[in-house]
């Protein structure tokens, strides 16, 4: 199986940040990082003493299995799931025992709780785990999840939730049958800085929302990975990145997109895109009349900003998706405001929240079906592209 | 005729700077800015004493007629050309004699040079005047354009050149055949801010440039203005500030587009928008592989932002086309800079471009055929919106 680098490890590195091994170098340049920096620091130092255990907070949690130990695993999950107060990781699912006995050992996961993807399944039997969060290639959401819900296990799923749509139904419906939760670890809705962007967009501080603007991409380094091989990862800078801009349209608005046009390019030659886009432009048209423009790509410098621009001023975070460094802007026709908003990890916010649900029997903000909804209107951003003609949702 | 008010002018009150008849506040943010600021007292004391005629300084300079005494005369071109070294104004011609007589007393034009729309023509007569200066409603740019090169001038026409590409032709040809210069007062084009973006594009000092995002909008007050009436306007948002974000998209990619998307939007019921657009966006792929994601629009509040994003970082312009106050940011991966450019009159320069192309016999960096290129696009951005399918160029 192909290391299961997620794009938010790759962008880190190319946002200047150094991933290492051995933890990571946070160079930032907004002060409101600070308190990330720290954050950074303290895993830092626990990544350097692999035999410090994280000792557990006090109070019930709901314990995890993480499947898949990739950079996203090993660098943002593992590291956040130790700060949570109501969330625990009891069990690995990997192909490389190595790997998996390391982490078990940092992170205080009793040995006999390491699965592989042999026998996965009798996890089911394991009355510590009670949910599993499937970090695998997108190709393998589908089947992991629908295993991890028939072993009678809750599931949080990273993004996209699959490579189709017919998939993600699947698993709606495997969680249905299994009357398990099902949740779409859309990490931005649940950090403080996206937030803060909704709840102006909902209240209307500054007008309505008239329209939106959401750009990421960056430099994909490795022809070798999993994402540019579209059996594994259902399509290129879209699927991986382009979803960012997909959703932050969608709750900006707080609205379904009725119409999407698309425009697409890979540079021909370049190995990287043999199989799946390099960029992709897509607009979308909510029903009340707001507008988005989005971008996707590739092969550009890392970078991230949502912008929404309402009748009497604009509000934007840029970047506004990286883990750390947030910063927002509040355009208030001549002032403009830097709002001190306290940062907070993305992944402990979302598993905290899962947590939350299991504990309290609530559905997911972001549930299977927000993950089906996604794919839906991917499919249609590709057959705009590939058309050129507007697609109708 | 209606007051020939221009975006620019509007665009100013909307973004806090207040403009009164007696000069102009100028409340800008940005440090960069204090040079225009003086700039701005400068101007705003000439005009406070309209009995002081601003002397010339020494040199053989251009005479200008200026044709349409609305805001963007009042505001920006007057006080510009009075700043100019090559430059003067030496004739106005409106349809309001006291405002003529005023304006005339202000900067210095003899009376016996004022002019009205009905004895225009009888400009052939005056030696004095080399260059005019058309600023009136988009509907009115070929007649005057085409009556001023038939009366021996050089013409600098304000953008749009026209309201259709056949009109640009016909103005093309009049040049032509009286053989004088025809330019567009793309006033970004010869200001620093935008220069060195471009500058930047073409010496790829960031890697090649891959996307490039050009939103540009304000919120329209008044109803009655000449730029809602189709027959005058001959667009809405695209044609009047939308304009800026195709440049932008060109003048940055250095190529021209061959396929173009577009979504549109106007408010229903909204009095502003019954004959032309509110909200236009629009995309257009690039012979290299370029993609540009651009806005415009009537109803949202003031902004302006470029930005091109190259394969090893990105760089903008936020505000990007306003009078003053430009800031560019260069973003180099994990270190960003805000350059230090010496910020010009935009309408000076440009004056100062065409007196130069007259003095010296050189074909001016934005002719008319650059005004017919846009106009060409424009009119396949409607179709585009128009009929829901990508258009080719």
Redesign the interface.
Known sequence: MPDSLKPEALALV????QITRRGFLA?V?QGLAAANVAAGLLKDAVAQQPHLVVPDPPGKKVGYAVVGLGQLAIYQILPAIAQCEKSKVVALVSGHPDKANKLALRYGVDPNNLYNYQNYDSIKDNPEVNVIYIVLPNSMHAEYTIRGLRAGKHVLCEKPMATTPAECQTMIDAARQANRKLMVAYRCRYEPFNQEMIRLAREQE??PV??I?A?A?F?IVDPTQWRLRKSMSGGGSLMDIGIYSLQAARYLSGEEPT?V???S?S?PGDPRFQEVEE?I?F?L?FPS?V?????A?Y?????S?F?A??????FELDPAMSYTGLLMRV?R????EEPAIQPRDHFASEMEHMSQCVMEDKTPLTPGEEGLRDLKIMMAIYEAART???VRL
């Open positions: 190319l946002s200047g940040r160079k340049g500054l007008g008239r329209i603007h750009d991409g430099n119409e046009n698309a425009m390019y540079t960029t432009n607009q048209r009349g507008l988005a423009n989005c971008t790509d092969s550009s410098a890392y970078r900003h912008r621009i309402a009748t009497k001023g604009y355009n026709g001549n002032e403009v050129g003609n507007t």
